[in-house]
């Protein structure tokens, strides 16, 4: 009777694999990525889903401490300077390189998602009532209503106007799923792009603002997001013009960076 040995054999000094072995270790590589893939799209897309309940309706009261006005603002503050600095510090290419050790380089998208989700989901949860301060009456209600369901609608726009959308750092591990090679892309300005640089992040300043009871605490909120936005675009803006070179500058020069006060952009990436 033959017996066919999967474990590693001692041929002409070296250690070879059998067949079987490679198998194994194949289907084990597989269902890792698939678990990296799921938590990726748990832990990220279920923390955008309640960010945007927490910007239509604003605080959940989930976990109320009992906090006076100041300690729970100061509390709140806490809660966004984690996720900032968890997300501004990560997406660094220089803490990407350092972390690349311990991360493979096609896994860091979904390790990138899935810690932003970790520390935006209790931002959200624990996040701190105060009292209210004001809150618009009808018609003035439905008309800051409005001005949300429009920037969901131009964000969804903007996602339409890319070439590619991968949120939560997964497409390179689906491509690797298939035995495909993630392929680099070109500057691509058509749609939204032809009025802003960043319109994903415009629009998400407008859900940010389009909500209709002023509180301490969503003032805080508010003011906190939007210098943020502006403080992590001009930060992107660097790695564009590292990555996309002259033809981010020109498109720099032709298309504002957040607010569109400009007539749209005509033309590609090389004719701007």
């Known amino acids: 009777m033959q017996v066919t040995h999967s474990a590693p054999c001692e041929r002409g000094g070296k250690w070879a694999v059998g067949p079987n072995r490679k198998k194994e270790v194949h289907v084990m590589k597989r269902t890792s990525t698939l678990l990296w893939i799921a938590a990726a799209l748990f832990f990220g897309g279920g923390s955008l889903l309640i960010f945007y309940a927490f910007l239509i309706f604003g605080s959940f009261n989930l976990v109320e401490l009992g906090l006076d006005d100041a300690p729970a ?140 009871v002023v509180t301490a605490d969503r003032l805080l909120f508010n003011g906190a997001w939007t210098a943020w936005i502006v403080f992590a675009t001009m930060l992107e803006e660097r790695d564009l013009v590292r990555d996309f070179g002259d033809a981010y500058r020109r498109y720099q020069s032709q298309v504002p960076m957040l607010l569109p006060w400009k007539r749209p952009a005509q033309g590609d990436a090389e004719s701007l």
């Open 73 to 212: 603002l100061a509390f709140d503050a806490m809660l966004l300077i984690v996720f900032f600095l968890a997300h501004s510090i990560l997406v660094r290419k220089g803490v990407r390189a350092r972390l690349g050790k311990a991360i493979p380089a096609d896994y860091y998208g979904a390790f990138y998602a899935m810690t932003s989700g970790v520390t935006l989901a209790p931002m959200v949860l624990f996040w701190q009532a105060t009292p209210v301060m004001a809150e618009a009456d009808s018609p003035y209600s439905w008309i800051l209503r409005v001005v949300f369901i429009l920037g969901s609608a131009g964000f969804y726009w903007g996602i339409t106007s890319l070439n590619f959308f991968d949120p939560f750092g997964t497409m390179v591990l689906r491509l690797r799923l298939r035995n495909r090679e993630p392929q680099a892309l070109p500057l691509a300005i058509k749609g939204a792009y032809r009025w802003v640089r960043h319109p994903l992040y415009f629009f998400s300043m407008v859900m940010i603002w389009g909500y209709p």
